[in-house]
């Protein structure tokens, strides 16, 4: 199994950036489908962002225009740049690896947009 572990979360004030990375090993990084996702509190786990192994990328509208997410197939590593970041914003960021019957989930890094 691919294991996958988040780092480059913290706090930030509204307008700010943060650059997430995600470092995967134990598996075949460059042939799965990566993706972002995020959770607050009382509210269930969804998509941010989403990177297929040909580089093609979706992004759900609240990330659109301001979320880049990119991978380094060299490094195995997939990221999430984030701009204008908004209180929102605020969740537990997770990776995943989209195998063809199974996810696998990073332990998530928690990003706080505060004033």
């Known amino acids: 199994q691919v294991q996958l572990v988040e780092s480059g979360g913290g706090l930030v004030q509204p307008g700010g950036s943060l650059r997430l990375s995600c470092l995967g090993s134990?598996?075949?990084?460059?042939?799965?489908?990566m993706g972002w996702y995020r959770q607050a509190p009382g509210k269930q786990r969804e998509l941010v962002a989403t990177i297929d192994s040909g580089g093609i990328t979706n992004y759900a509208d609240s990330a659109k225009g301001r979320f880049t997410i990119s991978r380094d197939n060299a490094k195995n590593t997939v990221y999430l740049q984030m701009n204008s970041l908004k209180p929102e914003d605020t969740a537990v960021y997770y990776c995943?690896?989209?195998?063809?019957?199974?996810?696998?989930w990073g332990q998530g890094t928690q990003v706080t947009v505060s004033s």
């Open positions: 134990g598996s075949i990084f460059s042939i799965y489908t």
């Open positions: 995943a690896a989209h195998r063809t019957y199974y996810t696998s």
